[in-house]
């Protein structure tokens, strides 16, 4: 049984945590006064958060879920839960993306765009937790052999439409190591500041 799609769910929860992770460091740092804020890094940052957590993560943790729901009652109140949660990505975003903007105009307004990161990372820690104690579990026990083959092949559909190697979309992963190229150390390899 290849269960390829639960080990990419894995890895995108390692990804986000390490981004969010960084941002909170480096918001930290510029908080303290020791490090120079690289506005055009959080920019990309907070895309990447947009474009790949909230537009593609999310919409292939449901396709996974489904499966769940058609094999066990067991988890109904979690997924219930999580399904709100991903519904309401586009307010979230929203609000982070906001925050950013309104600091990149007015750098005195750095401590809501902290405020608001914290809210974000907050929210998205506890929703990882949520999916990886009570949901994801479940998945593993109830899921039958024709079910992983059916929902590895539309894991592997999804990244193969959205890979950016055919160059219809983007390159989340080289997006990701040049995220953390440009990351001041410990955290990143501090080749920064971010251009793209
Ligand atoms: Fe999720
Ligand atoms: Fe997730």
Redesign the pocket.
């Given at each position: 049984m290849q269960m390829q799609a639960l080990h990419i769910i894995g890895e995108e929860h390692q990804s986000l945590a390490a981004i969010l992770h960084a941002i909170r460091y480096m918001l930290k740092e510029v908080a303290a006064g020791k490090l120079q804020a690289d506005l055009k890094l959080f920019q990309a940052m907070v895309h990447y958060l947009d474009a790949y957590?909230e537009k593609r993560?999310?919409p292939k943790?449901d396709l996974l879920f489904e499966y769940l729901v058609r094999r066990t009652g067991e988890g109904a109140d979690a997924l219930a839960a999580?399904a709100v949660?991903?519904r309401a990505a586009p307010e979230r975003i929203g609000a982070l993306q906001q925050a950013l903007e309104d600091y990149l105009a007015d750098t005195g307004r750095f401590p809501d765009f902290a405020r608001a990161f914290d809210t974000y990372a907050d929210f998205y820690r506890s929703?990882?937790l949520l999916?990886e104690e009570a949901v994801l579990p479940l998945v593993r026990k109830y899921l039958t052999p024709a079910d992983w083959t059916a929902v590895d092949a539309e894991f592997r559909a999804e990244m193969a439409a959205n890979s950016g190697a055919d160059g219809k979309a983007e390159d989340f992963s080289g997006l990701f190591s040049r995220l953390v190229n440009a990351a001041p150390a410990p955290i990143g390899f501090g080749s920064g500041p971010f251009t793209g």
């Open positions: 957590a993560h999310h943790e999580l949660q991903h929703h990882m999916e």
